[in-house]
């Protein structure tokens, strides 16, 4: 019916700061880019750096739910370590009242990705980790020019984790106005895109990380970045296999093995019920019980 709406409800959460709107659904959405790009602005819309569905699979795999997640500026994003914390957390917030704990793999654009949140359906914060699979060849940096208004690159490394990720190792990433090198530096990579981190190391088993995040510009956190730089710090022999990730939100923990381990929190913000044209969202659904 012409008018007709339907009240759409999201959680929306965050990992160290980087927050997510997140809402469960029977597909995801023929205009989802669009739905992002209005609910995660900042000014006219709930405010996120992104959007994501969760769609159910048909069990016949591991994975049991699907991960689609769309930047604030309405690009696909193949994987996010703080988005699937947070979905995990909003799954579990789906669970009966006080149920603790949750062990799920869902399926991303990336590949399968498995989830242990250590909680209960009542706590805002929870503990997550995901096991982010292995790093891969990044794109070509061949040619590539990088500005950091005179701050030196001590290395650069191109680094996939299903994502890409360009890790330019510095003294001091607090130097560099990242507002305006990360997306000259980005640019290189168009029209695909590139995470754009620089990292410092401060000792064995700590590093400082600021991001550029494609299709959402300057976020407090970025998770499967932290994996990026850990394992080319590791790589190259100047960090440990455990190693804190300090960003501006918090610190994140990344296991360097066989698979990358991601671990932090996922913090419980709000929900908001949405009113959208019925056109717009179609088989959506909603969030689902919210026990909080």
Partial sequence: ???ET?????????GLGNDFLITFADDVPANGADLARRLCDRVDGIG????????PMDGLRDATWRFTLFNSDGSSAEVSGNGLRCFGQALLRRQPAGTTGLDVVVETPAGDRRIMVAGSTSDLEVEAEVEMGT???GPSIEGIRIDLGGVQVRAAHSIDFGNPHLVLHVDDPDEVDLAVS???TESFFA?????????AVVDR?????????RGAGLTTACGSGACAAAYVLHAGGLVDDVVEVRMPGGTATVTVGDTVRLAGTATFVDVHSVDLPADDVGVLGNGGPDNG
């Fill in 1 to 3: 019916m012409v008018g």
């Fill in 6 to 14: 339907v009240a759409v409800e999201l959680t929306r959460h965050h």
């Fill in 48 to 55: 996120a750096d992104g959007l994501v569905f969760g769609t």
């Fill in 191 to 199: 029209p695909t895109g590139c995470n754009v981190h620089l990292v």
């Fill in 182 to 184: 990360g997306p000259a």
């Fill in 135 to 137: 790093a891969e060849r």
């Fill in 205 to 213: 088993s700590t590093v400082r990380m600021r991001t550029w995040e």
